[in-house]
């Protein structure tokens, strides 16, 4: 089965408001990233974390790798921050392959 | 944010064509990625080299493409026999470090369609 599960597929804001984004994990994971496919197709970075939390500007991510989540919240949601947004992590052992979850799309409305 | 850069940007191949693409990992990153994003939004890992290594290839790399990242030139992933199922966006990151402890960096992706 899938390593990383993503969640919700799908999300509506409106500018202004909130919401977090979760990935939750089936086995222990080392780390993980959260990214943001812009409407070019691009895959921006956003966080890298190994443990605890990080914030940047309107955004902070948390990762639990024992309780095996991480969450993404979005705070005062702007119009530019509607794309789809993916959690990766890398899978344990030596084989290091990043597994994505399948993504959150998010669209933020006026 | 990132400075690997992909080439061709769209590419579009008949069944049974060869289908070449191209990556430049950002400077000073030894090990490059390749994934296959499908319409589903879903990643599927390809390969990854250390330097000119390869480090890791599923089943389907290894029968079917030809891959390299020889130094001092850029990287490259290539289907010997497009399929029609081969259509997807092909991603293509670097990290600095090997084992699973740095952030990777995407390139803007070579959009393979095969008719």
């Known amino acids: 089965g899938d390593q990383v599960e993503q969640s919700p597929s799908a999300l509506s804001l409106h500018e202004g408001t909130g919401s977090a984004l979760r990935c939750n994990f089936t086995?222990?994971?080392?780390?993980v990233q959260w990214f943001r496919k812009n409407s070019r197709g691009s895959l921006i970075n956003l966080f890298y974390l190994a443990s605890g939390t990080k914030e940047n500007g309107r955004l902070k991510s948390a990762f639990d790798s024992k309780e095996r989540y991480s969450t993404l919240h979005i705070r005062d949601a702007q119009l530019e921050d509607s794309g789809t947004y993916f959690c990766a992590a890398p899978t344990s052992g030596g084989n290091y392959k990043p597994t994505f979850g399948k993504g959150t799309s998010l669209v933020v409305h006026p | 944010n990132s400075k690997v850069i992909q080439t061709p940007r769209y590419l579009v191949k008949g069944q049974g064509q060869k289908a070449k693409m191209r990556c430049i990992p950002e400077k000073g990153h030894p090990v490059v990625f390749w994934y296959q994003q499908n319409k589903n939004n879903e990643f599927k890992f390809l390969i990854n080299?250390?330097?000119?290594?390869?480090?890791?290839q599923i089943d389907m790399t290894e029968k079917r493409f030809s891959a390299e990242c020889p130094s001092n030139s850029p990287c490259s992933l290539e289907i010997q026999s497009s399929e029609a199922g081969d259509s997807a966006l092909y991603l293509c990151?670097?990290?600095?470090?090997?084992?699973?402890?740095?952030?990777?960096?995407f390139g803007s992706g070579t959009r393979l369609t095969v008719l």
């Open positions: 080299f250390q330097n000119q290594e390869v480090l890791q």
């Open positions: 086995t222990t994971m080392r780390a």
């Open positions: 990151a670097s990290s600095p470090h090997w084992g699973g402890a740095e952030t990777l960096y």
